[in-house]
């Protein structure tokens, strides 16, 4: 079982930045961010391998970065030029095998809201 601890979600004005960070209470294998906004599906946004190039949604390719920490099993999401289309709940997820299985574990969420 592993915990995540997310933060730094917000109010922010188009153009604006923030960054959110998701701690975990153990070593994983892969680690991400999901989002959810009212009335639509969970989308990625962007996830990480250790030692593998980071993902991205094309809707945020250039404007997001992840990265990870892995000594302290803690991912970032850094997100440049926000855009009232990025509010979401941004969740955070992370991959660890179990018996030769992938599973899943999800944070609670953060908010994100991007309006002037």
């Known amino acids: 079982q592993v915990q995540l601890v997310e933060s730094g979600g917000g109010l922010v004005h188009p153009g604006g930045s923030l960054r959110l960070s998701c701690a975990a209470s153990g070593s994983t294998y892969a680690m991400g961010w999901y989002r959810q906004a009212p009335g639509k599906q969970r989308e990625r946004v962007a996830t990480?391998?250790?030692?593998?190039?980071?993902n991205y949604a094309d809707s945020v390719k250039g404007r997001f970065t992840i990265s990870r920490d892995n000594a302290k099993n803690t991912v970032y999401l850094q997100m440049n030029n926000l855009k009232p289309e990025d509010t979401a709940v941004y969740l955070c997820?992370?991959?660890?095998?179990?018996?030769?299985?992938?599973?899943?574990?999800w944070g609670q969420g953060t908010q994100v809201t991007v309006s002037s």
């Open positions: 990480i391998i250790s030692g593998a190039m980071p």
């Open positions: 997820n992370a991959r660890l095998w179990r018996l030769g299985t992938l599973i899943d574990y």
